[in-house]
């Protein structure tokens, strides 16, 4: 695997850990966790993942009113997407993120990478949080 195709794995799975994480935040009513999972679902598209199952697990969180483990999960399920080692893959991203802190960081650079890959520039990228 190339190093470029290695960041871009880390960098998707940092994001996708980060949002799971923050979303503990949200159904405790904390507003600031809210605002950022929102402005990264408005920021980040799942076209622009490289990896089909992160995109496809994103989307989910995308829909799901709280993208935590079972939340996402669920969606999974109830859209016909589920896979036997999702929950553990959600587990393993989950696990390799120690803070929620660092999302919008994850969301640019996965947007950053995605621009690499296409040419294609993402006009939200601007988006200040």
């Known amino acids: 695997m190339s190093r470029t195709l290695l960041i871009t794995h880390y960098a998707e ?3 996708l850990g980060s949002i799971m994480l923050a979303s503990c935040y949200v159904e405790g009513g904390i507003q600031q966790y809210e605002d950022v999972l929102s402005s990264c679902f408005n920021l980040v598209k799942p076209s622009h993942f490289l990896n089909a199952d992160n995109a496809r697990i994103y989307k989910a969180m995308q829909m799901c009113k709280q993208p935590d483990i079972l939340g996402v999960l669920i969606e999974l ?5 589920f896979q036997d080692n999702d929950r553990a893959y959600l587990r393993f991203m989950l696990d390799n993120v120690t803070t929620e802190f660092d999302l919008m960081h994850y969301a640019r650079e996965v947007i950053g990478l995605w621009e690499g890959r296409t040419g294609k520039t993402n006009r939200r990228r ?3 949080v």
Do not use: P
């Open 77 to 81: 399920e109830k859209n016909g997407q």
């Open 13 to 15: 799975e940092f994001l």
């Open 126 to 128: 601007g988006i200040a």
